[in-house]
C-alpha cells in the first residue's frame, strides 16, 4: 500500500503516521471541525474534513470517510481503536468499495464483537471460559440465570466495552433496576441491547495475550500485558510482562489464544483478554479485534512495531515472526495520562494546555498528540497521551518511570499524573502483589485519608 487513511485522531492517529512514515507510505488525515489544528492534521501528507465536532458526525460517519478515502486515493484505512475499528459494516463497506480494512475481516468483527456468542464459540474450542449465561431475553430467564450463578454478578452488554452496559450486581434487590440501566446504556452507546450475565470474580488479575495472524494459517504471540489497574472498567497503568506469569502461565495462556483465533480463521492483530486467579487458572473474558491502547509495552519488549505489523498483515504479507523467535526482553510499563484526576466523585476536564515539558532519556517513550497551547475538546475521550519507559528488570523500570513522571509537566487542566505517582510508592504495586480491585480501593483509602 503507498496511501492510507487514518480513521481516528488523537495520540493513536499520531502513532499510525508515524509508522507508515517509516514504511514509506503517504497518509490522509480525517478531522472534525473541532480538531482542525490537532497533531495528527498537521503531521499527515493530506487532511479532509469529515463533519462537526461530534463524532456521530465527524469519527463515525462512514459515508464521509469512505468518501474521503476514495476521492484522495487512498488503498487501505486504518481504524485505529475506538470508533469505527470494531465496526463490521464499516469493514465491510470499506471491501465493497475496493478498500483495505486494515484489521480482521468483517465476520470476525460480527462474531467476536458479540461478547456472548463468541464465549460459546471458544468453550467448544476448549478455551475456558467465565461461568455465564446465554443472551437473556426476559425477567424470567434473568431471575433463573442469576440464581443459578449466585451472587456477586456482572450484567454484561453482548456488544459493549469500556465498561459500558455493564454492571456489578451485588444482592438480588438490584437486579431488575441494573439490568435496565444495563441495557438502556448498550443501546445508547452500541445501538443494540442484548445483554447477558457472568459470574463476578474476585480476587484476580487482568491478563491479556497479544496475538498476530496471517492469512495464511499462521498465529503468533506476542506475550502478555497485565492490566489489572482499572477504574470504572478503564486501564490506568499496564506493564508488560506481568508480575505473575511465569513461563509455564505464559506459555498456557498463549496456547489458549493462538487457539481461540485458530477457531476463528483469524487475522491481523487481535488481543484475548483473560481473567487469572490466585491459583494459576485462567478464564477466557473476551477478544479484542483492533490494536490496543496499551500496546507499546508489548513493543518495547519484544522488539516487533504492531502497527506496522498490521498493515503488513493487511497487504497479504506472511507473519515475519516464528513463536521461538519472541521472546521477552526486559520490562516495560505504561501510564494512561488522561484529562482527569483519579479521585472519588471526579470527571474528564476541558481546557488549554498552558505549559508542557516531555520527559525523556534512555527507555522513556512518550506518544501523544499534545502540544503547548492546544485545547483539550469536551466532544472526545480524556485520554492526553501514554509514558512509556522500558527498564532491564521491573524494579529498574519502576524507578524510571517514577523519575519520567517527575519530569512531566502538563499545566492548564488536571490530570491523572499525581495518581501515577502516588501508585509508584504504593508497596502493593512496587510488590506485585495486586489485583484488579486495586485501584477501587486505593480511592476509598485517599477518602478517608482526605
Given at each position: 500500500?503507498?496511501?492510507?487513511?487514518?480513521?481516528?485522531?488523537?495520540?493513536?492517529?499520531?502513532?499510525?503516521?508515524?509508522?507508515c512514515?517509516?514504511?514509506?507510505?503517504?497518509?490522509?488525515?480525517?478531522?472534525?471541525?473541532a480538531?482542525?489544528?490537532?497533531?495528527?492534521?498537521?503531521?499527515?501528507?493530506?487532511?479532509?474534513?469529515?463533519?462537526p465536532?461530534?463524532?456521530?458526525?465527524?469519527?463515525?460517519?462512514?459515508?464521509?470517510?469512505?468518501?474521503?478515502?476514495?476521492?484522495?486515493?487512498?488503498?487501505?484505512?486504518?481504524?485505529?481503536?475506538?470508533?469505527?475499528?470494531?465496526?463490521?459494516?464499516?469493514?465491510?463497506?470499506?471491501?465493497?468499495?475496493?478498500?483495505?480494512?486494515?484489521?480482521?475481516?468483517?465476520?470476525?468483527?460480527?462474531l467476536?464483537?458479540?461478547?456472548?456468542?463468541?464465549?460459546?464459540?471458544?468453550r467448544?474450542?476448549?478455551?475456558?471460559?467465565?461461568?455465564?449465561?446465554?443472551?437473556?431475553?426476559?425477567?424470567?430467564?434473568?431471575?433463573?440465570?442469576?440464581?443459578?450463578?449466585?451472587?456477586?454478578?456482572?450484567?454484561?452488554?453482548?456488544?459493549?466495552?469500556?465498561?459500558?452496559?455493564?454492571?456489578?450486581?451485588?444482592?438480588?434487590?438490584?437486579?431488575?433496576?441494573?439490568?435496565?440501566?444495563?441495557?438502556?446504556?448498550?443501546?445508547?452507546?452500541?445501538?443494540?441491547?442484548?445483554?447477558?450475565?457472568?459470574?463476578?470474580?474476585?480476587?484476580?488479575r487482568?491478563?491479556?495475550?497479544?496475538?498476530?495472524?496471517?492469512?495464511y494459517?499462521r498465529?503468533?504471540?506476542?506475550?502478555e500485558?497485565?492490566?489489572?489497574?482499572?477504574?470504572?472498567?478503564?486501564?490506568?497503568?499496564?506493564?508488560?510482562?506481568?508480575?505473575?506469569?511465569?513461563?509455564?502461565?505464559?506459555?498456557?495462556?498463549?496456547?489458549?489464544?493462538?487457539?481461540?483465533?485458530?477457531a476463528v480463521?483469524?487475522?491481523?492483530?487481535?488481543?484475548?483478554?483473560?481473567?487469572?486467579?490466585?491459583?494459576?487458572?485462567?478464564?477466557?473474558?473476551?477478544?479484542?479485534?483492533?490494536?490496543?491502547v496499551?500496546?507499546?509495552?508489548?513493543?518495547?519488549?519484544?522488539?516487533?512495531?504492531?502497527?506496522?505489523?498490521?498493515?503488513?498483515?493487511?497487504?497479504?504479507?506472511?507473519?515475519?515472526?516464528?513463536?521461538?523467535?519472541?521472546?521477552?526482553?526486559g520490562?516495560?510499563?505504561?501510564?494512561?495520562?488522561?484529562?482527569?484526576?483519579?479521585?472519588?466523585?471526579?470527571?474528564?476536564?476541558?481546557?488549554?494546555?498552558?505549559?508542557?515539558?516531555?520527559?525523556?532519556?534512555?527507555?522513556?517513550?512518550?506518544?501523544?498528540?499534545?502540544?503547548?497551547?492546544?485545547?483539550i475538546?469536551?466532544?472526545y475521550?480524556?485520554?492526553?497521551?501514554?509514558?512509556?519507559?522500558?527498564?532491564?528488570?521491573?524494579?529498574?523500570?519502576?524507578?524510571?518511570?517514577?523519575?519520567?513522571?517527575?519530569?512531566?509537566?502538563?499545566?492548564?487542566?488536571?490530570?491523572?499524573?499525581?495518581?501515577?505517582?502516588?501508585?509508584?510508592?504504593?508497596?502493593?504495586?512496587?510488590?506485585g502483589?495486586?489485583?484488579?480491585?486495586?485501584?477501587?480501593?486505593?480511592?476509598?483509602?485517599?477518602?478517608?485519608?482526605?
Amino acid at each position: 500500500m503507498r496511501r492510507i487513511l487514518v480513521a481516528n485522531r488523537g495520540e493513536v492517529a499520531v502513532r499510525i503516521i508515524r509508522a507508515c512514515r517509516e514504511l514509506g507510505i503517504e497518509t490522509i488525515a480525517i478531522y472534525s471541525e473541532a480538531d482542525r489544528s490537532a497533531l495528527h492534521v498537521i503531521w499527515a501528507d493530506q487532511a479532509v474534513c469529515v463533519g462537526p465536532p461530534p463524532s456521530q458526525q465527524s469519527y463515525l460517519n462512514m459515508q464521509n470517510i469512505l468518501a474521503a478515502a476514495l476521492a484522495h486515493g487512498a488503498e487501505g484505512i486504518h481504524p485505529g481503536y475506538g470508533y469505527l475499528s470494531e465496526n463490521a459494516l464499516f469493514a465491510e463497506m470499506c471491501a465493497a468499495h475496493g478498500l483495505v480494512f486494515i484489521g480482521p475481516e468483517a465476520r470476525h468483527l460480527e462474531l467476536l464483537g458479540d461478547k456472548a456468542q463468541a464465549k460459546a464459540v471458544l468453550r467448544e474450542a476448549g478455551v475456558p471460559v467465565i461461568p455465564g449465561s446465554g443472551v437473556i431475553r426476559d425477567h424470567r430467564e434473568l431471575s433463573e440465570a442469576a440464581d443459578e450463578l449466585g451472587y456477586p454478578l456482572v450484567i454484561k452488554s453482548c456488544a459493549g466495552g469500556g465498561g459500558r452496559g455493564m454492571r456489578l450486581v451485588k444482592e438480588p434487590g438490584e437486579l431488575l433496576s441494573s439490568f435496565a440501566a444495563a441495557r438502556a446504556e448498550a443501546l445508547a452507546f452500541f445501538g443494540c441491547d442484548r445483554c447477558y450475565l457472568e459470574k463476578w470474580l474476585t480476587p484476580v488479575r487482568h491478563i491479556e495475550i497479544q496475538l498476530l495472524a496471517d492469512h495464511y494459517g499462521r498465529v503468533v504471540h506476542v506475550g502478555e500485558r497485565e492490566c489489572s489497574l482499572q477504574r470504572r472498567q478503564q486501564k490506568l497503568l499496564e506493564e508488560c510482562p506481568s508480575p505473575v506469569v511465569d513461563a509455564g502461565l505464559r506459555a498456557r495462556l498463549g496456547a489458549a489464544a493462538v487457539r481461540a483465533a485458530k477457531a476463528v480463521n483469524y487475522r491481523n492483530a487481535g488481543t484475548v483478554e483473560f481473567l487469572v486467579d490466585a491459583a494459576g487458572d485462567y478464564y477466557f473474558l473476551e477478544m479484542n479485534t483492533r490494536l490496543q491502547v496499551e500496546h507499546p509495552v508489548t513493543e518495547l519488549v519484544y522488539g516487533v512495531d504492531l502497527v506496522q505489523e498490521q498493515i503488513r498483515l493487511a497487504a497479504g504479507e506472511p507473519l515475519r515472526y516464528a513463536q521461538a523467535e519472541l521472546k521477552p526482553r526486559g520490562h516495560a510499563i505504561q501510564c494512561r495520562i488522561t484529562a482527569e484526576a483519579v479521585r472519588p466523585g471526579s470527571h474528564p476536564f476541558s481546557g488549554v494546555v498552558e505549559r508542557l515539558l516531555v520527559p525523556g532519556g534512555f527507555g522513556v517513550r512518550w506518544d501523544s498528540h499534545l502540544y503547548q497551547g492546544y485545547a483539550i475538546s469536551p466532544f472526545y475521550d480524556a485520554l492526553l497521551g501514554k509514558l512509556i519507559v522500558w527498564g532491564q528488570t521491573r524494579e529498574e523500570a519502576i524507578r524510571r518511570l517514577a523519575r519520567a513522571l517527575d519530569e512531566l509537566v502538563v499545566e492548564g487542566i488536571e490530570t491523572s499524573i499525581p495518581f501515577h505517582r502516588a501508585v509508584l510508592r504504593d508497596q502493593r504495586f512496587t510488590s506485585g502483589c495486586f489485583s484488579t480491585d486495586f485501584v477501587e480501593q486505593w480511592l476509598q483509602e485517599s477518602e478517608i485519608v482526605g
